[in-house]
């Protein structure tokens, strides 16, 4: 979860959030062998895949979450995990799994980012799993909110990939069904533009991410059905029958 979208109180993770974890968690484990792990978690965020790989994949030896926007008098810390630590300054250290999460989309020069934390942060022979929201279409105000510069195809977070010094091992998008909803709200906003307001310079918004409140019986049908639809648009993809879907992503070894 974006930090701009932390809520103070206490709060349930949205579905979304949840199976998004458990579809890159499984893409990593099929993949990144090993034992002993260092991971970075570039732009962390609240730290929520972090904890979810530090408690969840025994490979994960230590999982460090870097943000620049956390607050200097308050870096997040979980006195329960002792795997997982936050900082505001970019570790020194060289790890074995890279990670930005829906990082490059906030920044004007995404490939100067790839690039810096690819040659700062991950060793040789590496891995780099990256994600960004997908279809430039679909750019709303859930997107300006959020400090968003850019949506990406495919095509366009592989290119990225191909002016670094990474190779490509798989790649998909995911949360298929939730392009319609999406789609959706992006005619709403067309027929009906918003009227520009100070929420997108906000020190906190809300989404939908730290607002769900709908429910065990509801939370628990949500997360199953995107867990589904995770498992069959990765699935279609190995067999070259890719599905378009609300994020991209690509998984990729550093040479």
């Known amino acids: 979860m974006d930090l701009r979208e932390l809520p103070s109180r206490a709060f349930a993770r949205h579905p979304w959030e949840t199976a998004r974890a458990k579809f890159f968690l499984r893409l990593l484990r099929d993949h990144v062998k090993g034992e002993a792990l260092s991971i970075l978690d570039f732009g962390s965020g609240d730290g929520f895949f972090a904890r979810t790989l530090a ?147 906000a020190a906190h918004v809300d989404t939908s991410a730290g607002t769900w409140n709908h429910g065990r019986l509801l939370t628990r049908t949500a997360e199953a059905a995107l867990n589904l639809d995770g498992r069959m648009t990765r699935a279609l993809g190995r067999l070259r029958l890719p599905v378009p879907g609300l994020s991209t992503w690509l998984l990729a070894r550093k040479q």
């Open 55 to 201: 408690q969840t994949w025994p490979a994960a030896a230590k999982v460090v979450c870097f943000d620049p926007a956390y607050p200097p008098e308050r870096v997040p810390s979980d006195a329960q995990e002792a795997k997982v630590s936050y900082t505001r300054e970019k570790p020194r250290a060289l790890c074995d799994v890279l990670l930005l999460l829906d990082v490059l989309e906030h920044d004007a020069n995404d490939q100067a980012t790839l690039h810096e934390a690819l040659s700062t942060c991950l060793r040789p022979g590496g891995w780099l799993l990256m994600s960004a929201p997908a279809h430039a279409m679909l750019f709303t105000h859930h997107d300006e909110l959020l400090g968003h510069k850019r949506r990406y195809s495919s095509a366009a977070l592989r290119a990225l990939a191909d002016n670094e010094d990474v190779v490509p091992v798989e790649q998909g998008q995911l949360f298929a069904s939730l392009l319609v909803p999406r789609a959706l709200t992006k005619l709403t906003e067309t027929v009906r533009p918003r009227i520009p307001d100070a929420a997108a310079t």
